[in-house]
């Protein structure tokens, strides 16, 4: 609870980054922090090194957050919990508490890109590390995607109308979700919902559109401003679209926003191929946001794949057809997929954990996990990775399951004792 009282979004760590390290400190642990933001705190006796990362996505209210807690599950009113990855933060907190013999690893930034990951000037001493980012109880990661970020970007032109007519406000919501947990679950794109009103009101000019949150989040909100010339009126009979008639004023539309609509609700926003041997996407890509006002159109694209070959071709594929409609392309925020691998860690890590959850196994997930990245930097690491039950993360109705936090400490604290008495 105290973590939710600390402002923690991703670029906006500094206050949590404090109180780690002097929770920490004040415990007799050792505390090494580097140039990224990362917070090592060690013991060394340590077999095991836990990790989690301490920034969140947030959605809504938050970083204002209140916590709820109702039927077994704690949310947030009106943001994102930041269960994702509070929980293992918390957790490993918990440990430290206790005084546990293990190194603990809290990362920074990792909603944003990995970025703590990916710059880490700290070393794993340990035989093994545990990361506490997952969110199914029962499950031992082994496997996780790749992903990499797309920008798009092209000047647009605007004309004035040749007739009177009226401006509108169009606004369309939907649930949101976590751009690769949720990609699979036909969760509606905001964005793609809005263009799809668009274009099935063919008099409909576009002046400017508004639509996303967040690079790894599915959209739920979208808004555009548009145009219709005197005599024609924009309906719509869902709740999730809104409309608001504004002034009749002749205002500049976009010369090009109607044919960027139907781009827009053209594009195979979702799951590109599926995995059927680990029963889960193989490839996938999210319309994220848009942004086109002020003579200039933006668009962020997030490309998730279990194999980097996939990942390579599904970004090469993507940036052929942005360019073929005269948009400007780059990519930033690479990540490797960590391809499934069952250690003997993980077996040992199996092996408690059914002693706590009958029918535990092992599993891959279809979004980027910071342990690609240690994988990578640390080849004779052994890695493994479990959570507790989380849904929803990345909007406002995330939500935790308590009674799996419970068991994922029992699980961490039997993996720790077995480990040490090697």
């Known amino acids: 609870m105290q973590i939710t009282k600390i402002p923690h979004c991703s670029g906006k760590t500094e ?34 090194t836990l ?32 269960a994702d990855n509070g929980i293992g933060v918390a957790i490993m907190l918990h440990l430290i508490e206790e005084g546990t013999e293990a190194d603990f690893l809290f990362t920074n930034d990792e909603e944003i890109g990995l970025v703590g990951a990916e710059n880490i000037d700290l070393a794993v001493k340990t035989p093994y590390l ?14 996780c995607a790749g992903g990499e970020d797309i920008h798009l970007h092209k000047a647009v032109e605007y004309i004035e109308p040749s ?49 996303g949150e967040r690079i790894n ?37 976009s010369k090009e926003g109607r044919m960027a609509a139907k781009v827009l609700f053209g594009f195979a926003h979702g799951v590109r191929a599926w995995n059927r041997e680990l029963d889960l996407p ?7 946001t848009v942004s086109l006002e002020n003579g200039r159109m933006q668009i962020a694209l997030s490309a998730r794949a279990m194999d980097n070959e996939d990942l390579s071709r599904l970004v090469a594929q993507s940036r052929a057809a942005w360019e073929a409609l005269g948009f400007v392309c780059r990519t930033e925020g690479r990540y490797p997929a960590w391809r499934p691998q069952i250690s003997d860690f993980a077996r040992t890590l199996r092996q408690r954990y059914e ?10 997930i279809h979004a980027g996990l910071e342990c690609a990245l240690f994988a990578e930097r640390f080849p004779a690491l ?20 308590m009674g799996s936090v419970e068991k994922i400490v029992e699980v961490v604290e039997r993996t720790i004792a077995d480990l040490s008495a090697v």
């Not at 980054?17 to 340590?46: C, H, I, Q």
């Not at 545990?130 to 496997?143: A, P």
């Not at 808004?223 to 409309?243: K, M, S």
Request: aromatic share 6%; charged share 25%.
């Open 355 to 364: 002693e706590v959850v009958p029918g535990t196994a092992f599993a891959a």
């Open 282 to 288: 193989q490839s996938s890509i999210n319309l994220a």
């Open 163 to 211: 007739v009177s007519g009226q401006r509108y406000k169009i606004t369309a919501r939907a649930p949101g979700g976590h751009s690769g947990v949720n990609i699979a679950d036909a969760i509606p794109n905001a964005i793609t919902e809005l263009a799809a009103f668009i274009v099935r009101h063919g008099a409909m000019e576009v002046v400017s559109f508004e639509g």
């Open 382 to 401: 052994q890695i493994a990775s479990i959570g507790p039950t989380i849904l929803d993360p990345h909007s406002d109705r995330e939500r935790v399951e």
């Open 217 to 253: 989040a599915i959209p739920r909100h979208a808004e555009a401003v548009v145009w219709l010339p005197e005599g024609h009126t924009p309906a719509t009979d869902r709740a999730e679209i809104t409309v608001e008639a504004l002034d009749r004023l002749k205002v500049p539309i």
């Open 15 to 48: 206050k949590l980054r404090r109180f780690l390290t002097d929770f920490a400190e004040k415990r007799g642990y050792r505390v090494d922090v580097d140039g990224a933001g990362n917070v090592m705190a060690s013991r060394p006796k340590s077999r095991l």
């Open 51 to 82: 990790q989690a990362h301490y920034d969140m996505v947030c959605i809504g209210r938050a970083p204002a957050i209140e916590t709820v807690v109702e039927d077994g599950w704690m949310r947030a009113k009106g943001s994102s919990l930041g």
């Open 130 to 143: 545990l990361n506490l980012d997952s969110e199914e109880l029962g499950k031992v990661y082994v496997g």
